[in-house]
RNA sequence: GGCGCGUUCGUCUAGCGGCCUAGGACGCCGCCCUCUCAAGGCGGAGAUCACGGGUUCAAAUCCCGUACGCGCCA
C-alpha cells in the first residue's frame, strides 16, 4: 500500500531558526520533494511565556529565504503580516488555536475515560519531598496517584489536577526509525507523562502526538535528541488506536568542539548567515551535506539536483561538526556561478549599507573585474569602495610599498607621463607603463605596485589597468599626488 | 546514575565480505599561471577504518565486549 508521505517541520518560537532546525526543516522538506509527499510546517507555541509573534517572525522569513516552502501552514500575505491559522485542511497549524486546545482537552478527556490517564494531585513540593524521602535511586513519578482509592479521588474534589499517560510497565516498546533501524525500549523505563497541565494546556509531547495523528503526518522526521521521548509517544499512539507514524532522527550538528553548536561558535541561526553575506543556495547545500551525502560524494549541487538525489539511505547516523572554511568556499563556488546583473541584485542590501554612493551602471563593470574574487555577499562592497569614495590607507600596505626608497621619485616621474595620456583605455595604460618601467630600467613590479597602493590604498585589488581606467585620469593623478605627500615624504 | 544513540584523514564524507597498498571534498603545503589579491591547473602530506576479541579462505564492512563522545530521563 503507498500511502501519500506527510512530513512536518514544528518548531518553537521561542527564538530565531537556529541552523540545526533549518537542517531538519531541510530534510524534512527535501524528503517530501523527493518521495512525492507533503511538507507541513506547524508551530508549537505552547509555551506562552517564551513564544512571540516576532520569533514566529523571523522563523517563516528565514524558511522562506531558504527556499523550503510548506505545502501547508501559516500564510504570509503580500504585506507581511502572519496567518497563524494558515491555509490548508487540516489547521489550524499553530497549537494555541482555540480548536487545537479543544482536541487536546478532548483526547486528553478520552484516555481519562478510558482509565489509559489519570488525575494527578502531587504538587512540586510533595514530589520533591517523596523523591527525597525515597533516597538517590529514585527517578522519575512515583506513580502516587495512579494507585489512589475511589475514595481518596473524590476526597480531592474540585482542588486541581494535572492529567498523567498511565505507561504500560510490562514489555518493551519498538521504534520503526528509518535512518536508525528499529530501537528498542523498555516499557518498565517509561515515565506516566503529564499530558495536560492543571493550567489546562497539554504538554509537549501529547499535544505532537494529537496533532501528528489528526495532520495524518506519516513520517516524523526530527533531530536524535527527540530519540529518546519517542517510545513514550509511540505509547500514545497505540492507547488512541492510531497508526503510529515512522520516525527519522537526524544527527545533531555540533561546533567545532564537538559539542553542540551555539552562539559561544559564532553564527548559529540561519538569519545570522544571511546577514554574513551567504546565498540561501550555499546553506541549503552545506546544510543538506552535513549528515547527508551521495554516493558519489557530490558537494555542489546545481538548482533542482539536491531534491532529486535526496535519499533516507545516505544520511549519515553521527553528529557532524560546523565547517565554516567549507562553507565559505561553497559560498564562493555559487557566487561565481551567478551573472554580474545577478550579484548585484544580491548585493543590494549590502551596497545600501555601505558608507558610499553608487549607480547599477558604474558598478556592474566593477563587479564583473573583480567576479571571481568573491566569498561573501559582503566582499562586493569592501572590495569595491575605493572607487566611489575616498581611499582609506592601509597601514601595513603604505608601510610595505609607499615607505621605500625611491618611490616617490618613481611616482614624481609617472605623473606627466600619465597626465600627457589622451587615450586613457586599460590597454593603453598598460602599454605606456609597462613602456615606463623599461625605459626606467625598472622591474615591472616596482612601477604598478606603487601606482595600485597609491590609487586604492592596498595591495590587493582587481587588476591594475583597468581599475585604473575606471577611476579616470584625474582621479589616479590626484590620489598619487596625496599619497606621496602622505607617505613618501613629498614636498606639499 | 539509568536508558538510548554514535565512533573512517584536522573537518564533511565514500565504503554496505574480496575492486581498499581506504576514494572524493574543505582546509593545509608545494609548483605553474600572474601587475597584487583571488580564481584556475598540476602535485603532495594527511586515516594502523576508536580499542580488544571473535566469525570467515578473506572484515573498515558481520557478531560480542571495552573505551570515549553525545542525547534523554533523573
Known amino acids: 500500500?503507498?500511502?501519500?508521505?506527510?512530513?512536518?517541520?514544528?518548531?518553537?518560537p521561542t527564538g530565531s531558526l537556529h541552523i540545526g532546525g533549518a537542517r531538519t526543516a531541510l530534510f524534512n522538506w527535501l524528503f517530501a520533494k523527493r518521495y512525492g509527499g507533503s511538507y507541513i510546517l506547524r508551530i508549537e507555541d505552547t509555551d506562552e511565556v517564551r513564544s512571540t509573534p516576532e520569533t514566529v517572525d523571523q522563523i517563516l522569513d528565514s524558511l522562506s529565504w531558504l527556499g523550503l516552502n510548506w505545502d501547508e501552514g501559516p500564510t504570509v500575505s503580500e504585506d507581511g503580516s502572519v496567518d497563524l491559522i494558515?491555509?490548508?485542511?487540516?489547521?489550524?497549524?499553530?497549537?494555541?488555536?482555540?480548536?487545537?486546545?479543544?482536541?487536546?482537552?478532548?483526547?486528553?478527556?478520552?484516555?481519562?475515560?478510558?482509565?489509559?490517564?489519570?488525575?494527578c494531585w502531587c504538587t512540586m513540593e510533595e514530589l520533591a519531598l517523596r523523591r527525597a524521602a525515597a533516597g538517590p535511586e529514585a527517578r522519575g513519578y512515583d506513580g502516587f496517584c495512579r494507585k489512589l482509592s475511589d475514595d481518596a479521588i473524590k476526597a480531592n474534589g474540585e482542588k486541581p489536577y494535572s492529567i498523567r499517560f498511565a505507561m504500560p510497565k510490562e514489555g518493551a516498546t519498538s521504534v520503526e526509525d528509518v535512518i536508525h533501524g528499529n530501537v528498542s525500549f523498555e516499557n518498565s523505563l517509561l515515565q506516566d507523562l503529564v499530558i495536560q497541565k492543571t493550567t489546562g494546556g497539554p504538554t509537549y509531547n501529547f499535544a505532537c502526538v494529537v496533532d501528528d495523528h489528526l495532520m495524518g503526518i506519516t513520517h516524523v522526521i526530527r533531530g536524535d535528541d527527540h530519540l529518546s521521548n519517542t517510545p513514550s509517544q509511540v505509547q500514545m499512539f497505540q492507547a488512541f488506536g492510531w497508526k503510529v507514524p515512522k520516525f527519522g532522527h537526524l544527527s545533531?550538528?555540533?561546533?567545532?568542539?564537538?559539542?553542540?553548536?551555539?552562539?559561544?561558535?559564532?553564527?548559529?541561526?540561519?538569519?545570522?548567515?544571511?546577514?554574513?553575506?551567504?546565498?540561501?543556495?550555499?546553506?541549503?547545500?552545506?546544510?543538506?551535506?552535513?549528515?547527508?551525502?551521495?554516493?558519489?560524494?557530490?558537494?555542489?549541487?546545481?538548482?533542482?539536483e539536491l531534491e532529486k538525489s535526496f535519499s533516507i539511505e545516505g544520511?549519515?547516523?553521527?553528529?557532524?561538526?560546523?565547517?565554516?572554511?567549507?562553507?565559505?568556499?561553497?559560498?564562493?563556488?555559487?557566487?561565481?556561478?551567478?551573472?554580474?546583473?545577478?550579484?548585484?541584485?544580491?548585493?543590494?542590501?549590502?551596497?545600501?549599507?555601505a558608507d558610499f554612493e553608487y549607480t547599477d551602471e558604474a558598478i556592474l563593470p566593477l563587479i564583473l573585474m573583480e567576479h571571481d574574487k568573491f566569498h561573501l555577499l559582503t566582499d562586493i562592497p569592501k572590495r569595491l569602495d575605493f572607487f566611489f569614495r575616498d581611499v582609506e590607507y592601509d597601514e601595513k600596505s603604505t608601510n610595505k610599498v609607499?615607505?621605500?626608497?625611491?618611490?616617490?621619485?618613481?611616482?614624481?616621474?609617472?605623473?606627466?607621463?600619465?597626465?600627457?595620456?589622451?587615450?586613457?583605455?586599460?590597454?593603453?595604460?598598460?602599454?605606456?607603463?609597462?613602456?615606463?618601467?623599461?625605459?626606467?630600467?625598472?622591474?615591472?613590479?616596482?612601477?604598478?605596485?606603487?601606482?595600485?597602493?597609491s590609487v586604492s590604498g592596498r595591495t590587493d585589488g582587481p587588476t591594475l589597468f583597468g581599475m585604473l581606467e575606471f577611476l579616470g585620469k584625474d582621479r589616479v593623478i590626484a590620489r598619487i599626488q596625496d599619497a606621496r605627500k602622505r607617505f613618501c615624504g613629498a614636498a606639499a
Open 402 to 453: 609607499l615607505k621605500k626608497e625611491g618611490v616617490d621619485a618613481i611616482l614624481e616621474a609617472i605623473e606627466p607621463v600619465l597626465a600627457g595620456l589622451n587615450e586613457w583605455t586599460e590597454p593603453k595604460l598598460e602599454e605606456t607603463i609597462r613602456a615606463f618601467a623599461v625605459e626606467k630600467d625598472l622591474k615591472m613590479g616596482k612601477v604598478f605596485h606603487p601606482i595600485r597602493v
Open 86 to 119: 494558515g491555509s490548508g485542511d487540516f489547521g489550524p497549524y499553530h497549537q494555541m488555536a482555540p480548536e487545537r486546545r479543544e482536541h487536546y482537552e478532548k483526547f486528553a478527556e478520552q484516555l481519562l475515560e478510558e482509565g489509559k490517564a489519570y488525575r
Open 315 to 353: 544520511i549519515q547516523k553521527s553528529p557532524a561538526r560546523f565547517d565554516q572554511e567549507k562553507l565559505l568556499w561553497m559560498n564562493g563556488e555559487y557566487l561565481r556561478k551567478k551573472t554580474p546583473e545577478q550579484l548585484l541584485a544580491f548585493a543590494k542590501p549590502f551596497l545600501d549599507k
Open 1 to 12: 500500500m503507498s500511502e501519500t508521505i506527510r512530513v512536518r517541520f514544528a518548531p518553537s
Open 252 to 304: 545533531m550538528i555540533h561546533g567545532p568542539d564537538g559539542k553542540k553548536l551555539s552562539k559561544r561558535h559564532g553564527a548559529a541561526s540561519a538569519a545570522e548567515y544571511r546577514e554574513l553575506g551567504y546565498l540561501p543556495e550555499t546553506v541549503r547545500n552545506y546544510l543538506a551535506l552535513l549528515g547527508w551525502s551521495n554516493s558519489q560524494s557530490q558537494q555542489i549541487f546545481a538548482e533542482g
